[in-house]
């Protein structure tokens, strides 16, 4: 029984070994290309939109009546346009993504700061006012230089993270490894 389960963690980490190595090349990729990875990014949230936004008609024809039938159809609606527009206008869906995303750490970087005071007698505080304040200066630099830094800003963060990602998958996964082989 221990064999089987150790020999399963090890061949699930084999598995994770071979992800993260290729999330650190995806991530390097999308560093390397941030104009192509940001389009790329684009039409992908395109078609989720378009394919959230069937789901959300079907949902509301489905289970709802009356009033809720509309409001989730004008909500699929919406999230069909949205979709369409992005995959039609990727440029233009990139700087929309890139003034999102800038709002998004701005408002993130808000709230991170509000727990930091929040949380500062407590241990640890610190380490959340440092995130706060690091995201509240990307969401203004990336505010401030809208749409000039549209061609990177969200491929470049999209790769970093993918790269972290990868990183800590595959530093995981040999740990995860080494006490599986450790314990045979």
Not at 22 to 41: D, F, R
Not at 87 to 110: E, K, N, Q
Not at 114 to 120: D, E, G, S, Y
Not at 121 to 131: K, R, S
């Amino acid at each position: 029984m221990a064999e089987a389960i150790l020999g399963g963690m090890k061949r699930a980490s084999g598995w994770s070994i071979v992800l993260g190595i290729l999330m650190i090349i995806v991530g390097i990729i999308a560093m390397l290309a941030p104009w192509e990875s940001g389009l790329l990014i684009t039409l992908v949230v395109g078609w989720c939109a378009i394919f959230n936004g069937v789901a959300q008609i079907i949902y509301g024809v489905r289970t709802h009546g009356g009033w809720h039938v509309l409001l989730e159809v004008v909500l699929g609606v919406i999230y069909i346009i949205a979709g369409i527009y992005l995959l039609v206008h990727p440029r233009a869906g990139l700087l929309a993504l890139t003034i999102l995303l800038a709002s998004f750490l701005l408002v993130y970087g808000i709230f991170a700061l509000v727990l930091a005071f929040k949380m500062r007698p407590h241990n640890g505080w610190g380490w959340v006012l440092f995130d706060a304040i690091v995201t509240l200066l990307l969401g203004i630099l990336i505010w401030a230089h809208w749409p000039w830094n549209s061609a990177w800003v969200v491929g470049t963060l999209f790769g970093i993270s993918i790269f972290v990602s990868g990183i800590t998958r595959l530093m995981m996964s040999l740990a995860i490894r080494r006490v599986s082989t450790q314990a045979a």
